[in-house]
Nanobody, 121 residues
Framework: QVQLVESGGGLVQAGGSLRLSCAAS????????MGWYRQAPGKQRELVAA???????DYADSVKGRFTISRDNAKNTVYLQMNSLKPEDTAVYYC???????????????WGQGTQVTVSS
């Protein structure tokens, strides 16, 4: 069994900052790609940022230069530092991880429960 637990969401004024965390726990052998997605009301879920186990990163154009993704492999944790937040960043943010569980041959994708980020103008 694997769990992803997110924290760090909340309400912030435009121009402010938030830091999201997502910790994976359970019978984990290794974690490949980890990422953050978001879903605003009435919109599809979209990729915000992703990071490989080797540290290579990828960002949505809308957040480049403002958001930074990082990870602590020893803690099985991924972070998303969000600066210069805009009202259009308001969404539920979801953590995603591709995890190789102990004793399981295949790698599966797992999702966190989501954390609300609200940016007021």
């Amino acid at each position: 069994q694997v769990q992803l637990v997110e924290s760090g969401g909340g309400l912030v004024q435009a121009g402010g900052s938030l830091r999201l965390s997502c910790a994976a726990s359970g019978s984990i052998f290794s974690i490949n790609r980890m990422g953050w997605y978001r879903q605003a009301p009435g919109k599809q879920r979209e990729l915000v940022a992703a990071i490989t186990s080797g540290g290579s990163t990828d960002y949505a154009d809308s957040v480049k230069g403002r958001f930074t993704i990082s990870r602590d492999n020893a803690k099985n944790t991924v972070y998303l530092q969000m600066n210069s937040l805009k009202p259009e960043d308001t969404a539920v943010y979801y953590c995603n991880a591709n995890i190789h569980m102990i004793g399981i041959a295949t790698i599966r994708g797992y999702w966190g429960q989501g954390t609300q980020v609200t940016v007021s103008s």
